[in-house]
């Protein structure tokens, strides 16, 4: 499966929406430098497949990249569906996926606006196993 990337988006804080800062790097043993999501755990980047962000607009959410707290939107590639401990070469740099879902402790905007939340279902959770910098527009393809 191929793909690319939308969207490179980090937060200097914990719990709130991201800004899309069109590349970042990479690092093993934490995720995207300058997130503050990142450290040596199992969900050090969060990625969230484009295509379920453009269903979820198409049913008046209004939301941008980011809004969910993803790291990296790419398109082409049905993240949520991927085992865990698939892995993805995104740009120079490689990932493998930890995490699908994850539990919401507190309700967010999207959720209060639309009734639901495409986050807990189709989040995905990788580490970093390989640095590199990714961009937008990078090529996204699962190689195992």
Not at 29 to 35: A, Q, S, T, V, Y
Request: glycine share 14%.
């Amino acid at each position: 499966m191929v793909g690319k990337i939308v969207a490179v988006c980090t937060s200097e804080t914990k719990g709130v929406q991201k800004t899309d800062v069109k590349k970042a790097y990479l690092k093993k043993e934490w995720g995207l430098e300058g997130d503050a999501h990142g450290g040596n755990w199992h969900r050090q980047v969060s990625l969230l497949s484009y295509d379920s962000v453009v269903n979820f607009n198409n049913q008046g959410a209004g939301v941008g990249h980011g809004d969910f707290g993803e790291n990296l939107l790419i398109e082409g590639i049905d993240l949520g569906n991927l085992p865990v401990g698939a892995v993805l070469e995104l740009g120079n740099a490689v990932v493998k996926i930890t995490q699908i879902g994850k539990e919401c402790h507190v309700r967010c905007q999207i959720f209060y606006k639309m009734g639901d939340c495409i986050m807990p279902k189709e989040g995905v959770f990788a580490e970093v196993i390989e640095e590199g910098e990714v961009n937008v527009g990078d090529i996204a393809k699962v190689i195992a």
